[in-house]
C-alpha cells in the first residue's frame, strides 16, 4: 500500500500532529553543563575561543553552579586550573585543590545538582600530558600504568569531597578498574565512574586547550587517544570499561562519531554520554555570530541528533541555555 492512499505529510501539516508523533524530543533532563574552575583569576575571565563561557574562580563556583540549577539543567562536570604544575601533577589529587574545594563549595552551599568530575592529569602536569611521562624527547612516553596510582588518587580525593560522579577521560588501560577499586577501599562504593571509554584524538579539542591550559608542550595525544577511522576498536574499549565497573560510557566527540554513538547504544545497555565538544561549540558559534546560520536552531538540531544517535546524556557549552530553549517551546 502506497501513495494516494499513504501520504507521509498528513502528520505533518501542523505544529501539534509533528510534536505528537515526535520520536526523539529533547530534555533539559538529557543535559550536563562543564564549568571551568581556575585559581588564577579573581573575577570570571572569558574565553576567546569559546564565546559565552568562562574560567571562574574557585570562590565563585556555588554562584555559578546555582545559576546552572535554575536553569533545570540537573548536572555540572568541574575541570580545574590549578596555581602551579608539576610532574607529577599533584596538585589534581591535594585535598586542598583547585577541584576539591569547588566541590565543598557547591556542596555546602546546598546547591542540588548532581556534581561530576573530570579525572585526568594534563591540567596539573607541566608537560601538559594525561600522565607520567618517562624518557625525554622523541622517546618520551606517557608511562600507562604508574598514571594509574595518580587517577586513582584523583578520584577518591573528588569523592571525598563530595563529588557524585568521577569521570577519567585520559585514555589509560585499566583506568575504570584502577578507580573503582580504589574508590571500593576507601568505603567510596556509591560514588559512580562515568569513561570517557571512547575519547577520538581530535582536532575538534582546540578551543578546550586553551580554556584548561592543558595544551602537550611536545608532541601530541596519539598514543592514547583513539584514532578517527576505528570504531570497532571503540567497541573493544567501551566493553571493558563495563567490565571494569564503568557505570556510564562516553563517546568523544559527538558530531563526527555520531556512528560510533549509535553503534554503541545498540550493543551496550549501560547508560550512554556523548560530548559535544568546544571545537564543535565553536564553529557554531562563529558562524551565529557572521549571520550565517540561526544558532539557536543549530543547536537544538544538533542536540537532537546527538540524542537520536543513542546518548542518554550529553555533555555540552550550551546546556543552560537549551533548558531555557525548552522552556520556551
Known amino acids: 500500500m502506497g501513495f494516494p492512499t499513504v501520504r507521509m505529510r498528513r502528520m505533518r501539516v501542523s505544529e501539534r500532529l509533528r510534536l505528537m508523533i515526535r520520536e526523539t524530543s ?13 585559581e588564577k583569576v579573581s573575577e570570571r575571565r572569558p574565553i576567546e575561543s569559546m564565546p559565552g563561557c568562562f574560567q571562574i574562580p574557585a570562590d565563585a563556583v ?5 545559576k ?19 610532574e607529577k601533577g599533584s596538585e589534581a589529587y591535594s585535598k586542598d585543590g583547585v577541584i576539591q574545594r569547588a ?18 592529569l594534563c591540567e596539573y602536569m607541566s608537560h601538559g600530558h594525561c600522565g607520567v611521562v618517562r624518557g625525554e624527547g622523541p622517546a618520551a612516553v606517557v608511562d600507562n600504568d604508574a598514571t594509574l596510582k595518580l587517577l586513582a588518587r584523583t578520584a577518591v580525593s573528588h569523592a571525598e ?5 568521577v569521570a577519567p577521560s585520559g585514555m589509560m588501560d585499566g583506568a575504570v578498574a584502577a578507580i573503582r577499586g580504589a574508590l571500593d577501599e576507601a568505603n567510596l562504593k ?21 580554556a584548561a591550559e592543558s595544551p602537550p608542550a611536545f608532541g601530541d595525544r596519539r598514543s592514547y587517544q583513539m584514532d578517527a577511522g576505528n570504531w570497532r ?39 550512554l ?44 557549552y550550551w546546556a543552560a541555555d537549551v533548558a531555557g530553549y525548552i522552556e520556551e517551546a
Open 273 to 316: 554520554a556523548a560530548y559535544n565538544v568546544s571545537g564543535e561549540y565553536g564553529i557554531i558559534k562563529a558562524a551565529g555570530e557572521k549571520g550565517w546560520i540561526d544558532e539557536k536552531a543549530a543547536v537544538l538540531e544538533i542536540l537532537t541528533g546527538i540524542k537520536r544517535a543513542g546518548a542518554d546524556l550529553i555533555i555540552s
Open 233 to 271: 576498536e571503540a567497541m573493544r574499549e567501551i566493553e571493558m570499561d563495563i567490565e571494569e565497573g564503568a557505570d556510564i560510557v562516553m563517546v568523544k566527540p559527538a558530531l563526527a562519531y555520531l556512528d560510533v554513538i549509535c553503534r554503541a547504544r545498540e550493543r551496550f545497555e549501560v547508560p
Open 68 to 86: 546552572i540549577a535554575e536553569t533545570g539543567v540537573p548536572a555540572l562536570i568541574l575541570f580545574g586550573i590549578p596555581e602551579k604544575k608539576d
Open 103 to 120: 566541590v565543598k563549595e557547591i556542596r555546602e552551599s546546598g546547591v542540588e545538582l548532581v556534581v561530576i568530575t573530570d579525572v585526568c
Open 26 to 38: 529533547l530534555s533539559v533532563n538529557d543535559l550536563v553543563m562543564p564549568m571551568f574552575v581556575s
Open 190 to 210: 556509591m560514588t559512580a565512574i562515568m569513561s570517557y571509554s571512547a575519547k577520538y584524538a581530535s582536532c575538534f579539542y582546540g578551543p578546550f586547550r586553551e
Open 161 to 165: 569531597a563530595g563529588a557524585d560522579i
Open 62 to 66: 556555588a554562584a555559578d553552579a546555582k
